[in-house]
């Protein structure tokens, strides 16, 4: 349900909307913001430093997680609603032009499913190369945030993930990515044949991240080609490349060299 809240308070006119620089989903949004021009008002949300589990931000999102978007007193959360709900306000829509609206919505729906598994695989081939939550705030993470699958989460991150985990995880977006795959024609700039759609903006966060952990896209050309031809815009580089600290970046690299690689698991 992504309306959350319809009677939230606040003096800031417009949109604001609660985010994490290397949030997945916060690209999404921040994407199809800055693909329409449409400003507003960035409120960060520090995961590293257990922000999300303060009482300032679960009143926003109880279920403390971001992306959140507030829309005067209204509070949306879910990329994949706050991105429609903005494509319809706000935009000249591309939610689908030429393209069956359901096929789209069910796409977006499929990139939902993915989220947990691209999140193990972040944590896991990225993110055990950086510093933990310090002690503090762990603590005040642990004993506040009210999403008690996200508190075990980082439990069995610190633990190290178990194999077979890390195995199906890694399945799980295979089998999107060769669905993605077969969906594409060659040499195409966007998922559907007819035209770029939220599909795009939805899907580019995935394939993203997963390039940042050396997938080897090139054995899915039509993806490959595609996210080429993305990277030339620039909402993608307002909504994504710009809020990627280049030295977090350089450790990813340095972390891939020096570990397993996520082609082996293929
Ligand atoms: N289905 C939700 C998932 C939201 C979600 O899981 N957000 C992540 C960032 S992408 C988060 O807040 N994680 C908190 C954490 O990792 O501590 C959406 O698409 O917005």
Known sequence: MPLINENFQTDIKGLQLWHAPMSS??????MVLNYHDIKYT?????????????????????EGLVPVLSDKNKII?????????????????????NIDKKKIVSFLREIDDTQKSLKLCTFHFLFKSQERMPDQEYKFFKSNHKNKDLVDFYSNFENGFQKNKIVSAININKK???????????????????????????????????NLMDWPFEKWPKIFSWYNNINKSNWFKKGVLDWEPPELISNFKNYIKNSTKISSFL
Request: with cysteine.
């Open 77 to 97: 959360n879910e990329s994949n609603d706050i991105i429609q709900y903005v494509d319809k306000k706000f935009g000249n829509s591309i939610l689908s032009k």
């Open 176 to 210: 999107f990515f060769d669905n993605v795959e077969k969906i594409m024609i060659k040499d195409s700039s966007s998922v559907y044949p007819n035209g770029f759609s939220l599909a795009d903006i939805s899907l580019i966060p995935n394939v993203h991240r997963f």
């Open 25 to 30: 989903c916060s690209q999404r949004v921040r």
């Open 42 to 62: 960035s409120n960060i949300v520090k995961l590293n430093k257990g922000e999300h589990a303060s009482k300032k931000f679960l009143e926003i999102n109880p």
